[in-house]
């Protein structure tokens, strides 16, 4: 069984008291007083009140505002609406050039797949219809042929 659940008697428990330890407080320098002379002595004012009382102190001057910052001529959101502009034409320009740019380099593929057709259509064209037809081709010997249109017999 462990300690902490066994039953003990309440005389059999020790006691211990814990008794605070002061601090003792900083001991500080004092910096010592300079007297600070105002620029300019206030003028110090004598009021009397309705009932005979006088009021002597110094008189106060009012707060002034801050002055208002200037207004910029034109405001913040027609600034914005100015630059959303702009980038919208460079934007719209970008994409016009892009346009262009698309349809020339369309062309030019177009004209490369006609060159490409003309030359390999003359090569064909060679190969059908060439002087130089090599050992395949067909002789004729025209001397012993037979023309019906001219009506020569030879």
């Not at 309705?50 to 009012?62: F, K, L, M, Q, S």
């Amino acid at each position: 069984m462990h300690p902490e659940h066994a039953r003990h008697v309440p005389a059999e428990r020790a006691t211990e008291v814990h008794q605070p330890t002061p601090i003792p407080p900083a001991v500080m320098a004092s910096a010592p007083l300079v007297p600070v002379q105002p620029g300019s002595i206030p003028a110090v004012a004598s009021v009397v009140l309705p009932d005979g009382r006088v009021v002597t102190g110094y008189a106060i001057n009012p707060a002034q505002p801050e002055p208002l910052a200037a207004k910029p001529i034109v405001s913040r959101a027609a600034a914005n609406v100015a630059l959303g502009g702009v980038g919208f034409l460079a934007v719209c320009g970008g994409l016009l050039l892009l346009t262009t740019f698309i349809t020339a380099l369309a062309a030019l593929v177009q004209e490369l797949v006609i060159l490409v057709a003309v030359v390999f259509g003359g090569w064909v064209a060679l190969r059908i219809f060439g002087a130089d037809r090599g050992p395949g081709g067909t002789t004729v010997n025209i001397r012993k042929a037979t023309f019906k249109r001219n009506h020569f017999h030879g």
